[in-house]
């Protein structure tokens, strides 16, 4: 197909040859292109193009290799937040918008529909009838419905607040919607199955999580598990199978969460293990397959590729790619119905990332969009796992990203503590430690107790204990940096967003004599939620 180039790519191009230094821009500008998909029957692909402050989403025929653009935003009217095709010619796009009301200022998350012909205007997929609420989130579909392309299930609370009916919307009319589920006590999420019909409803109260299984031998629902908050099972529902009965599950396995199948059809729910990880815990969605529309996998950050396949054939794929393109991470990000058509996206130390449109039945993979073009020409160092000792004995794990090459080192260091704090660092491409590497600092990123990943006993320990152990996880960090690398101890730097906000300025405190300047920033809104909802810091 027709190599789809930009003139402001080769102007980006340009700049990066001009410069010794990458530019500050280089690092800091939205991915030029991102979520780039493929519509159902394979014919098109749809992506979205930031431009100086700008974001389109653009749909290009890969037949003909014509590109418009469908949606263009000034990023102050409304923001995209995501897409996906509904059918072969319509997209529909999730957009925030700024709002005020009673004098309260907040973000109201609109669904657009929008032709991907680029005919006609983005409008409304739904508009509220008299007496009906106006929910904050409007955009919370449950499923697609292939066999009726012009209709989707959506989750609405349109009668009492935070108790979203089920509704099956028509995408040609702003007002037709059919009731499918009233809201239940407490359900605040909604799952069907690959038959496309409501089965499952999960929320919670102040203490417990609960789940409620619609049963279709007896078509009623019954409450299938209860626990308390942050207490075992801890079950998580991820899917279900082509199998009605098959519901997956993510649980705890060996203080690790492991992926379980557990049928349904039975009163005892017995849980049946498909996947672990003895190290790490399994945080990923499931994988379907688009032809099968069974699971076929999981995504694992520890996997190869990030990936694990259940299915041999798709293993196999998997492989073939790899070996096609070594040395590099490989996802398809996006593939047609029939399967034949892909997206792919790779990455490697000397490429941030590029996406490539792949067919399985002509053997061909075009390149077709670069994430970050200012970067490409660049080889970019890559992040390395270490770990550490605390002071108590337990290991911490962690990423370290050294300087470039043609840096000069500036024998000072960032250590970087993720937000949530229930979070975690992963390797691969970061433009944010990648800018501090690209100016001559060591950074570290520690996933300190506290951090997802690493089993449930290590997430709990997050629980009333900030500013403690969790704190002294990040100084020990700093301390096992100047006895390995060239580091002038009066020379570290702690920094952070949201938790990490607050870990950085609780080091400006007590770790003085560790950290010789600390920055935070989205900390003032992670402090207001956290305060709000009577979390003990």
């Keep these: 197909m027709t190599r789809i180039i930009f003139s402001l790519f080769l102007l980006l191009s340009s700049l990066v040859a001009q410069a010794e230094l990458l530019p500050t821009e280089a690092f800091g500008l939205l991915p030029q292109s991102e979520q780039v998909k493929l519509s159902p029957d394979g014919n098109k692909f749809s992506y979205l193009f930031n431009y100086q402050g700008k974001t389109l989403i653009g749909v290009t025929n890969i037949e003909t290799g014509k590109n418009h653009f469908i949606v263009k935003t000034d990023n102050v009217k409304f923001k995209i937040s995501w897409y996906k095709w509904a059918n072969n010619d319509l997209l529909l796009v999730s957009a925030d918008y700024p709002v005020k009301r009673g004098g309260v200022k ?131 529902p991820l899917g279900f199978g082509l199998n009605p009965s098959h519901l997956y599950i993510r649980a705890i396995h060996n203080d690790r969460y492991a992926i379980f199948m557990v049928d349904v059809s039975s009163k005892q729910l017995a849980q049946t293990l498909v996947y672990a990880d003895e190290n790490y ?50 996802n398809i990000v996006s593939m047609s119905d029939d399967e034949n058509k892909y997206i792919l996206f790779t990455s490697n130390p000397k490429n941030p990332g590029a996406y490539y449109l792949g067919d399985r039945k002509e053997q061909r993979l075009d390149f077709i969009l670069d994430e970050y073009p200012l970067l490409f020409q660049k080889s970019l160092p890559e992040k390395t796992k270490i770990t550490y000792q605390a002071r108590d004995g337990l290991k911490i794990e962690g990423y370290i990203t050294l300087p470039y090459d043609d840096v000069e080192p500036k024998n000072a260091a960032l250590i970087i ?93 007590k770790q003085q004599d560790v950290f010789r300047c600390a920055a935070s920033f989205a900390f003032d809104e992670f402090l207001s939620k956290h305060l709000q909802t009577d979390t003990k810091l």
């Design 417 to 509: 503590p993720h937000g949530g704090p229930m979070a975690r660092n992963y390797g691969g491409f970061d433009w944010f430690s990648q800018f501090f590497a690209s100016r001559g600092y060591i950074i570290l990123e520690p996933n300190f107790r506290g951090s997802s990943g690493y089993g449930f006993e290590f997430e709990m320990a997050s629980m009333q204990k900030w500013g403690g152990a969790m704190q002294d996880d990040l100084a020990d960090g700093a301390r096992w940096l100047t006895e390995n690398y060239p580091v002038d101890k009066q020379r570290i730097c702690i920094l952070g967003a949201s938790y990490g906000g607050y870990a950085a300025m609780m080091a400006a405190v």
């Design 281 to 330: 815990d399994i945080e990923g969605s499931l994988i379907y397959s688009k032809k099968s529309k069974d699971v076929i996998g999981v995504y694992h950050g520890e996997a190869s590729d990030a990936k694990h396949f259940f299915a041999p054939d798709h293993a196999n794929f998997q492989r073939a790619l790899n070996n096609a393109i070594p040395d590099a991470y490989n």
């Design 106 to 236: 907040y973000t109201e998350a609109r669904l657009l529909k929008i032709r991907a012909d680029g005919t006609g205007k983005a409008e409304k997929v739904l508009r509220f009838k008299r007496g009906e609420r106006s929910p904050q989130l409007q955009n919370n579909i449950i499923d697609l419905l292939p066999d009726e392309p012009n209709y989707i299930l959506m989750a609405l609370d349109l009668k009492i607040a935070n108790r979203p009916d089920v509704y099956k919307v028509n995408l040609s009319s702003k007002f037709k919607r059919e009731l499918v589920y009233r809201s239940k006590s407490h359900i605040s999420h909604w799952l069907t199955d690959r038959q496309h019909r409501v089965r499952l409803g999960y929320g919670r109260d102040e203490t417990k999580i609960f789940y409620r299984l619609h049963d279709l031998k007896t078509d009623e629902w019954r409450n299938i598990w209860e626990y308390e908050i942050f207490d075992a099972p801890d079950i998580t």
